[in-house]
């Protein structure tokens, strides 16, 4: 357990948080520029309301969750500072349900995009949606081990590391497998079109989709291989990795509407 005392918990909880306020800032500006793009410059004859939706809901997630961290941070470093154990004491009690719904809806947009750029055929999602079942099973039962933590007072508890790493490294798999097969009918798409004006177009619109699935699989490696070495600089990608994939889906969203019109 040396390398989980190299950063003290309750140093990395803070660096975690004010890196997860930065993030925010800039999904609420993502935010705004995906709404507008999906309404009032929006290149459909009507708005998505789908895509909107998902947007609004994604972004309520993102800033329940920075309140909520923000609301501990003030409960551990003001309210409950002179506890026993101060505040390292305090966010090392891991009792508070992980946010595995927000998880499974951003990895569920992962697989609907790519389901729009294979032209609608479902055959392709198949293995995708398997594992995000198995994710959503995972995450399900970490929140129970987690509500139930009262006596382990730790995220590197074993019997907590056998879901949690399950659950990260589904989230991986998921994205990996679906940046694997949009990377793929991008290549094919390229092939078939040629040099054409449009083909020229919209390939750097498919281009950011899959950088920001390499992105977010970075995080999550990132994420797993702090967590099972035992540090505390795990929760210093932990946090602000919400923020990540809201911010990726917000950039996506107006982008997933270009791919399909590709399709047509």
Known sequence: MAAADAIPLDKAYLTAIWLETLFYGMNF???GSCIVMLTLRRRTPKINKL?????MTMFGFSTAHVSLGFQRLIEGFIVLRDQPGGPGAFFSDVSIPA???????????????CYLVWGKDWRMCVIPVLLIIA????????????????????AFASILQIWNGSLFGLSLAT????????????????????????NFRYWRVLLIIIESGMVYSVALICEITLYFLNSNAFYIVYDPIAQLTVRLLHMESSLCICAYMLML
């Open 29 to 31: 500006v993502l935010f």
């Open 175 to 198: 994205n990996a497998v679906v940046t694997v097969l949009i990377a793929l009918r991008v290549w094919y798409m390229l092939r078939e079109g040629g040099s054409s004006p449009a």
């Open 135 to 154: 994710s959503a099973t995972c995450g399900f039962a970490q929140t129970v081990y987690f509500a139930r933590a009262k006596k382990l007072h730790s």
């Open 99 to 113: 946010n595995v719904v927000k998880s499974i809806i951003g990895d569920s947009v992962v697989v609907w995009r």
């Open 51 to 55: 895509l909107v939706a998902i947007a």
